[in-house]
């Protein structure tokens, strides 16, 4: 169901047994649906570690955790909506562990003393190709390997070339590779096993992030898609 609102221009979330909902034709409420719970080994893996960080979140010492906050209170996030907020230390906490577990690096206790500024990894590249020697490269925009930074690429299954926009929740985890790839990542085989052989005609979005190995920040998400030749 549609609505309008002198109140509202937007909203979010659950209310009885509804929810705020937003699409090309407007806001809308739907009836509220329990989530599914995971299934895929991926998705349970993903639930376990973020439980995983929560425990130990709370085995910090309060030190830890002070700095932990005290570095939060320094950021500022954006939610889904693309509202601002100050994130909390534990999201901090998790986030920056979570994202060196992806990349199969230790994890970091200590609070890092700031955001570290990072180089400029657009535009980034990729080629992909089915016939006669299937190949599949990520290229970066740097002109150096950014040392203490790891890669971490994600991808979205094989899609209609037809298909213009790709949304976040398309992308999967890939592969991690090192800082001294950034000219040429070959991510053929670790996207054949997440997805299958190329299909020539076929389009896939690639994902680039950067993550700073001693404090599990990681730089702005690049994007990019091609048609598999």
């Known amino acids: 169901m549609k609505y309008l609102s002198a109140l509202l221009t937007q909203a ?34 993903q639930r376990a ?25 320094t950021l500022t996030l954006q939610d889904p909506l693309g509202n601002s907020y100050v994130p909390t230390g534990e999201q901090i906490y ?15 206790e200590d609070p890092p003393t700031a955001k570290p500024d990072f180089a400029d990894i657009t535009p980034v590249g990729m080629t992909a ?27 979205t299954p094989m899609i209609s070339a037809g298909i213009s926009f790709i949304g976040a929740s398309r992308y999967r985890i890939i592969g991690h590779f090192a800082a001294s790839t950034y000219a040429s990542m070959n991510i053929l085989a670790d996207y054949q096993a997440k997805f299958g052989d190329l299909v020539s005609g076929a389009k896939i979005g ?6 700073s190995i001693a404090t599990g920040f990681a730089s702005t998400r690049a994007t990019t898609s091609v048609i598999v030749t």
């Open 12 to 45: 979010s979330g659950s209310l009885g047994g509804a929810t705020a909902a937003k699409n090309r034709g407007g806001n809308y409420l739907r009836a509220k649906i329990a989530p599914v719970q995971p299934r895929t080994v991926a998705q349970q893996e």
């Open 129 to 155: 190709v089915s016939g006669g020697t299937p190949s599949m490269t990520a290229t970066t925009a740097l002109a150096a390997a950014p040392t203490e930074n790891v890669f971490i690429v994600r991808a």
């Open 94 to 108: 998790v986030g920056n562990n979570r994202n060196l577990s992806q990349a199969a690096e230790t994890s970091v």
């Open 206 to 211: 690639l994902a680039v992030d950067m993550v």
């Open 49 to 73: 570690n973020l439980a995983a960080l929560a425990g130990a979140w709370k085995a910090l010492t309060q030190a830890q955790i002070a700095g932990w906050n005290s570095l939060a209170s």
